[in-house]
């Protein structure tokens, strides 16, 4: 396979010519990398390109230094004097740039790692500025970058419109198979947006490719996605911050350990588990004691789900079938998540992750985790369909 190289190598050249005598403003952090793995604000000053003029922040901070849900403040210092904005407060509303702001500019870069789900804030962040920069008459340049676990198999449903929240702001599948660019082209298509948009491709990607395939460097978009294999589990492994079950946060393996204090015997969790025969995962016992988030302090019993083939794994059906199963084996203890989840009061979490608030129901009266699968799948083929138009990379070189 040809080497992959990401949007933001092209800076020298295309950037140049992009952005000379331009005020932009860029949306970044700190896995807004190049190829080489050095960080996109550096690259723009050793190309020689003028420093933008704002730098926005999506959830977890430029650095990735703030938790999941904890609100990133602003900067007025900033970068090197290049003041900081939050698009992560405390309101729904923070989450969108300033008019003000983009007054001021005549484009907005964006450079966000996505992990390929759509409850992985970083595409909703891109959706709602594009909104913004349409409403202000500004154009929107996404820097285009690998989806991490690929571009060929899509798990999921497409969520209720009612259900629109900030981890459901896309109308995509719960692993949805797409790059920024091309989420953006769709995006804006679907929402009719009057909107300037060019999307920078990445080099030599093709829809095959995981990020093993690329040989770029894995650089964690988020405090909790430590590597390749968190991304790839996280599509399923996420529906678990709409119970309480601990997803492994406060641990050094999250998204890839689960479990909770009410699991007294792993094995026996385990094992039923694995009766399941998932392709391209196994799932092995273990006691863990989470240091902060859920059940912090408190030694949990559960599993570690081990990635055997990265190909043939499918994370959302693995996370339903952790939920239908702790949900069936312990109905003492197995609870939907209460607290508002994501600047949203109005609906349970699981309802918000899931897209539709009947799947808890059926969730609970399924007599295996296949039926709520095939449930979700049922509209994965035609969002391919529909989806073909927007597509940038090709199936081959």
Known sequence: MSKVLPAADTLPTVGKKLLKGREYGLIAHGASITSRGKLILEFLEDAGIEPPQ?????????????????PVPSDEKGWRGVPIISLYGSSFESLAPPQRTLSNLDCLVFD???????????LATMAISMEACARAGVQFVVLD????????????????????SF???????????????????????????DLDLLVVECAGLVRP???????????PPSPNINDFECALLYPGLCLLEGTNLSEGRGTTTPFKVFGAPFIEDPFA???????????????????????????????????????????????????????WTAMHLYREGFQWRREPYEFEERWLAC?????????????????????????????SKSFVEESRDFFIYPDSV
Request: charged share 20%; hydrophobic share 40%; aromatic share 14%.
């Open 209 to 219: 490719m995981q990020f093993p395939d690329t040989s770029l460097p894995f650089c």
């Open 269 to 323: 969790f385990c094992a039923r588990l694995n009766e399941f025969a998932l392709e391209g995962v196994a799932f092995k016992p273990l006691f863990f004691v989470p240091k902060y988030d859920k059940w912090a302090g408190k030694r949990c019993g559960g599993a570690q789900a081990v990635v055997l083939d990265r190909r043939k794994i499918k994370p959302l059906l693995v996370g339903l079938c952790i939920v």
């Open 351 to 379: 309802d918000l992750l899931f897209g539709d608030e009947t799947i808890k129901t059926l969730i609970e009266m399924a007599t295996s985790p296949f039926e709520v699968y095939e449930y979700m799948n049922a509209q």
């Open 167 to 193: 981890v459901s702001y896309l109308d995509v599948p719960n692993r949805h198979g797409l790059t920024a660019g091309e989420a953006a082209r769709s995006f804006a298509y679907k929402r009719g947006l």
């Open 145 to 164: 970058r690998p989806n991490p676990i690929g571009l060929l198999d899509i798990e999921g449903n497409i969520p209720k419109p009612y259900l629109r």
């Open 112 to 122: 966000l790692q996505d992990i390929g789900a759509r409850y992985y804030t970083y």
């Open 54 to 70: 704002v730098i926005f922040t999506p959830e977890h901070g430029l650095f990735g230094e703030y938790a999941y849900m904890e």
